[in-house]
């Protein structure tokens, strides 16, 4: 086994694997996108969790391809999703919450000041 600079030990300390510097690099900035929160880090994980616990080749070891495959799938229910919310809201205007228009200087910051206003809006606290 190589030497690392860390650890990775389960939470009941029966297993733990030694990390190179890569790999901590690696889950170090995997970590840090899941921590953020939001679709991508929810499909990041989903595609982790599903790869890692595959059986078959062809699902444990996804070809470019089949990532892309799964990201236009993806992509077209967020679509649905969002026709579905904007008919609902002209329908029903009224179950909707007023929201505070976004000012130039968040717009430019784009989805990090988008990110940072959801962290603290008051649902999310």
């Known amino acids: 086994m190589e030497d690392g600079i860390g650890v990775l030990v389960d939470p009941k300390g029966h297993h733990s694997e030694t990390l ?8 170090k900035q995997t970590l ?19 790869i890692a616990e595959a ?3 062809a699902e444990r070891y996804p ?9 236009t799938l993806d992509a077209a229910e967020y679509e649905t999703r969002l ?12 179950l909707l919450a007023k ?9 430019d910051q784009g989805s990090e000041g988008a990110a ?8 999310h606290r």
Not at 20 to 27: R, V, W
Not at 63 to 71: A, D, G, H, T, Y
């Open 83 to 94: 026709q579905t919310a904007r008919d609902f809201a002209q329908q029903r205007p009224d």
């Open 116 to 123: 940072r206003r959801f962290r603290h809006s008051p649902r």
């Open 55 to 57: 059986k078959r080749p």
């Open 99 to 107: 929201v505070t228009p976004i000012n130039d200087a968040e717009q």
């Open 63 to 71: 070809s470019p391809k089949q990532i892309m495959s799964v990201l």
């Open 32 to 50: 840090a996108t899941l921590r953020l929160g939001g679709w991508f880090a929810s499909w990041v994980s989903l595609q982790v969790y599903t």
């Open 20 to 27: 190179s510097d890569q790999e901590y690099e690696t889950l």
